[in-house]
């Protein structure tokens, strides 16, 4: 199975950015999806929080198709089932268990579960997962965190979430199991509710300057 973090192989420095999204109106889906690949991110997670998301995720999957959407915040094999029925194309998860893991391998399409120790990291290699979510990125030890994981754990990559900042984002970046990293400062919620969708595209601009993947 592709991994998510080879699902944008023409735009991968950008790629290493995930914008994560939060959509209170479907109808602001699409231009929101439009700003942000015209400024260079074209991953984008939409978390299944609001009623909206759903729908959101179904029309960037059909009108903005240099768009790469999945749907995070996804807990239950229910939502999984109708993430991928949306359109999402990857689908992450704030943590997992056996069944949740289960309905995500056999949706077909990449997946991140969500970790932040080193047991569960452990746990799901020997399930043969290598890519994960690091979730709550921050609060569960950050940078030094993940850099004290890489030498023993060296199989796992990750894509840390949760208080990432464009100021603090290069250094996970800078990491060798990091593969991306996911934020919303690309998205202020005054440009958001003002429907500023420039500043949205200048804003993610700046997110996917910063760099170039690091060989696995």
Avoid: H
């Avoid at 790469?68 to 991928?84: L, Q, Y």
């Avoid at 998205?187 to 760099?211: F, I, K, T, Y």
């Amino acid at each position: 199975m592709t991994s998510v973090f080879d699902l944008a192989p023409e735009a991968r420095a950008a790629a290493r950015v995930v914008p994560v999204v939060v959509v209170e109106d479907a109808a602001d889906a699409v231009p929101l999806a439009r700003a942000l690949v015209a400024g260079g991110l074209p991953l984008i997670e939409v978390t299944l929080r609001t009623p909206a998301a759903l729908d959101a995720v179904r029309a960037i999957a059909a009108e903005v198709p240099e768009a790469v959407v999945g749907a995070g915040t996804v807990v239950s094999p229910a939502g999984v089932a109708d993430a991928v029925r949306a359109g999402a194309r990857f689908l992450v998860s704030p943590g997992w268990t056996r069944r949740l893991l289960g309905a995500m391998r056999d949706s077909g399409v990449p997946f991140l579960p969500g970790v932040s120790t080193a047991s569960e990291v452990v746990t799901l290699l020997e399930q043969g997962v290598e890519d994960m979510k690091f979730f709550p990125a921050e609060a569960a030890g950050g940078v030094p965190y993940l850099k004290s994981l890489a030498g023993p754990l060296p199989r796992a990559r990750f894509c840390p979430t949760g208080g990432i900042s464009l100021a603090s984002a290069p250094a996970y970046l800078a990491l060798p199991n990091v593969g991306c990293v996911g934020g919303t400062w690309m998205l202020p919620p005054e440009a958001l509710a003002a429907r500023d969708w420039s500043r949205v595209e200048s804003l993610a601009r700046g997110a996917a300057a910063l760099g170039a993947p690091v060989s696995r």
